[in-house]
């Protein structure tokens, strides 16, 4: 069984930032694909960014520019740097694993976004 445990979430001003991690128990982490998702209350749960196998990147609409996914295969662990962040970012952020055959999921950190 794969566990995702993620940190760094809490509150912060419009305009600042947060890091968010996630570190996997899982070997030959470095072949999975990961991505961050975030919930807002009553929304449905919306893709943020994903980070694949060799690094390419790739991100919504809504966080191109202010946000950035990264990886650290060495130390099983996936980031998400927010900066800029705007009232409408608060919400539960989840991480994901997919193996390509079965997705795991963390148990979420909440953003929140208030002056």
């Known amino acids: 069984q794969v566990q995702l445990v993620e940190s760094g979430g809490g509150l912060v001003q419009p305009g600042g930032s947060l890091r968010l991690s996630c570190t996997a128990s899982?070997?030959?982490?470095?072949?999975?694909?990961m991505g961050w998702y975030r919930q807002a209350p009553g929304k449905e749960r919306e893709w943020v960014a994903s980070?694949?196998?060799?690094?390419?990147?790739d991100y919504a609409d809504s966080v191109k520019g202010r946000f950035t996914i990264s990886r650290d295969n060495a130390k099983n662990t996936v980031y998400l740097h927010m900066n800029s962040l705007k009232p409408e970012d608060a919400a539960v952020y989840y991480c994901?694993?997919?193996?390509?055959?079965?997705?795991?999921w963390g148990q979420g950190t909440q953003v929140t976004v208030s002056s």
């Open positions: 994901r694993l997919n193996t390509g055959y079965e997705l795991y």
């Open positions: 980070v694949y196998v060799g690094g390419i990147t």
């Open positions: 899982r070997r030959f982490f470095s072949f999975n694909n």
